[in-house]
Structures are given as C-alpha cells and as structure tokens.
C-alpha cells in the first residue's frame, strides 16, 4: 500500500530536549516537505527536498533541520525545542515535477512544555 | 509572492443545504490548484485538483470545483452536504515551478449538523 509514514504521532518534550521525527514514502518519490498545521493558520511549509541531498528551506524554517540521505526517508530535526515549535506536522510527499499531488502523512502531534 | 484567501472560517450548514467554500488566490502565472479535506484527527485528503483544461471538475464524495481565471478563484462546491462531511477544508495553490512549494490557505471549518 502506497503510503507516507511518520513516527512518532505524539510527542510531549521538554524545551531544549534535541528530537527527531522520522517519515518516510514507499512510493519512490523524489520530493518530500515538511509542514507544521497551527489553528487559524492553516499549514505552512518548513523544509523541502527536491531528491536526495538536496533540501530548501520553505516559509518557516527557523529552529528546525532537516536531512535527505536517502530517497524513502525525510526527518525533521529539532536541535533545541521551544515552546513555540508546539504543533502538529506533517510530512507529505510528491511524485515529481510534472505530479503536483502532495500525498500526506497521519501527522505528529508534537507539545514543548 | 504566492498567497491563497479562503474567505469563511467557519460555516456551519444543515444537512442537504448546498455548499460553496471560497478561495482565491495571487499569483499571475500558470496554477495548480487543490482542495484537501481534513477529517477530525485524520491526515489530509486530496478532494480534488486542477492542472489544465475544463475549469469545472468533480473530486471524491460527490464535491466539484470551478476554477475562473479571471477571478484567480477555485471556489468548491457541493449540492447537498451530509453530516459526514463534518471536516476542516484547505485550498492550496502550487506556482507549478520547480520546487515543491503548496501554499495552503487557512482553512475553513465546516459543520454539518443532522
């Protein structure tokens, strides 16, 4: 079954605490994005990968980081937490140029406390 | 830069009431278009989508878009809605450069009372 997977979907932390969600796609995808979903500001997009090695910043970068190692596999990195980062991620994943659908991830529910 | 407006926040309808969520958008070039749909606690759903072609199309569960050129608007529509669509709807716009980049509007929360 074609599918974006992320780990973990909950998550309570504490500030400063270093964390990793992982996501992956098993549908050969060359583009992967992150997006955090806050209310009222519908989702916005952190970091973007066009293939392997090769990452983008998108509209809200700041205090994350994001590697792309490996064409499945595309985490999110959070050196030192803050309460602000509390939010609810997803991971999505595209086909390609010329394939605009984005395929998402069930999402992580992430608290910084 | 790219935005994307979605003008009701919260709609709350009856069942069998008819439905029309709006989105606009700016950007002057060529367009993708989409509507996602966000069941409670559930991952995002493509509803439907518009690269080229007829400007009216149908998505999943019965919704349909119309894309106006003119308007720079992507407004979704459905005759008759059910309780079951009860969800949180996103419209997004991809600049169809390179790149990834889906700008999302901020939503519009529909409930459907029975």
């Known amino acids: 079954e074609a599918q974006v997977t992320q780990n973990p979907r909950y998550l309570i932390t504490v500030t400063g605490k270093k964390l990793t969600v992982t996501c992956s796609q098993n549908?050969?995808?060359?583009?992967m994005s992150w997006y955090r979903q806050d209310p009222g500001l519908g989702l916005r997009q952190i970091y973007y990968?066009?293939?392997?090695?090769?990452?983008d910043k998108g509209d809200v970068p700041e205090g994350y980081k994001v590697s792309r190692k490996e064409k499945r596999n595309f985490p999110l990195i959070l050196e030192s937490p803050s309460p602000n980062q509390t939010s609810l991620y997803f991971c999505?994943?595209?086909?390609?140029?010329?394939?605009?659908?984005?395929?998402f991830g069930p999402g992580t529910r992430l608290t910084v406390t | 830069a790219q935005s994307v407006s979605q003008h009701n926040h919260h709609v709350i309808l009856s069942e069998a009431a008819s439905l029309e969520l709006g989105c606009n958008y700016s950007y002057g070039g060529t367009v993708n278009l989409f509507w996602y749909v966000q069941y409670p606690g559930q991952h995002l759903q493509l509803l439907l989508k518009?690269?080229?072609?007829?400007?009216l199309v149908k998505g999943i569960k019965g919704f349909e878009a119309e894309f106006i050129k003119s308007k720079f608007s992507f407004n979704l529509r459905k005759p008759s809605v059910q309780w079951s669509d009860t969800a949180e709807y996103f419209c997004a716009v991809n600049a169809g450069q390179a790149g990834t980049a889906l700008i999302f509007g901020k939503g519009t929360t529909l409930s459907v009372s029975s």
């Open positions: 518009y690269f080229s072609g007829d400007p």
């Open positions: 549908m050969n995808h060359e583009y």
């Open positions: 990968s066009m293939n392997v090695e090769v990452t």
């Open positions: 999505a994943s595209q086909g390609g140029r010329a394939s605009y659908e984005q395929y």
